[in-house]
T-cell receptor, first 116, second 112 residues
Framework: DTAVSQTPKYLVTQMGNDKSIKCEQN?????MYWYKQDSKKFLKIMFS???????INETVPNRFSPKSPDKAHLNLHINSLELGDSAVYFC???????????????FGPGTRLLVL | QKEVEQNSGPLSVPEGAIASLNCTYS??????FFWYRQYSGKSPELIMS????GDKEDGRFTAQLNKASQYVSLLIRDSQPRDSATYLC????????????FGSGTKLNVKP
């Protein structure tokens, strides 16, 4: 069974469209994340939710809106897609962190988005 | 200045040799460090985590942490062609909701 899953795996769309990516984890984790990995392999945090509450919100255009219907799901909706949004988007999850050392993050397979 | 820096490589080593991957970080409050391996077209997978100064060994992998020098390394002994991948270093700080800063990765090629 896949621990962290994402759909779709590939997404090719036109500029200006709106699209969503879905993520689900069956690890029982409380915290989920969205990352963007660009063509140079740089992996950058976008958002994080802890038990449905937004806790990390990096400097991301407001065209990107995360939604967490429950702690096992974190979706990413992107409005008015631009060429620069082309990248691989990874979902990840971890145990909840209150204080102290950070917890390992487990990644989903990624969604390869290409905006034409 | 980037929070976590790695040499992008590629680092080429012959099969059976020791591969040494290095990472420096700029945030003195970073407390937790992780090495992830990422094969081309795949997602990052955890190799090792390290929280205390010194060495931590797991099979052919050894992570080394020096907080005074803000330096983390990963040694891979008896390198195999299957170790060829990009290795990502990540650092996390205290009280920042598990926010990781990733380096851009070092590409390792192990030649048979």
């Amino acid at each position: 069974d896949t621990a962290v899953s994402q759909t779709p795996k590939y997404l090719v769309t036109q500029m200006g469209n709106d699209k969503s990516i879905k993520c689900e984890q069956n690890l029982g984790h409380d915290t989920m994340y969205w990352y963007k990995q660009d063509s140079k392999k740089f992996l950058k945090i976008m958002f994080s939710y802890n038990n449905k509450e937004l806790i990390i919100n990096e400097t991301v255009p407001n065209r990107f809106s995360p939604k967490s219907p429950d702690k096992a799901h974190l979706n990413l909706h992107i409005n008015s897609l631009e060429l620069g949004d082309s990248a691989v988007y990874f979902c990840a999850s971890s145990q909840e962190v209150q204080r102290g050392p950070q917890e390992t993050q487990y990644f989903g397979p990624g969604t390869r988005l290409l905006v034409l | 200045q980037k929070e976590v820096e790695q040499n992008s490589g590629p680092l080429s080593v012959p099969e059976g040799a020791i591969a040494s991957l290095n990472c420096t970080y700029s945030d003195r409050v970073s407390q937790s460090f992780f090495w992830y391996r990422q094969y081309s077209g795949k997602s990052p997978e955890l190799i090792m985590s390290i929280y205390s100064n010194g060495d931590k060994e797991d099979g052919r992998f050894t992570a080394q942490l020096n907080k005074a020098s803000q330096y983390v390394s990963l040694l891979i002994r008896d390198s195999q062609p299957r170790d060829s991948a990009t290795y990502l270093c990540a650092a996390g700080g205290l009280y920042n909701f598990n926010k990781f800063y990733f380096g851009s990765g070092t590409k390792l090629n192990v030649k048979p």
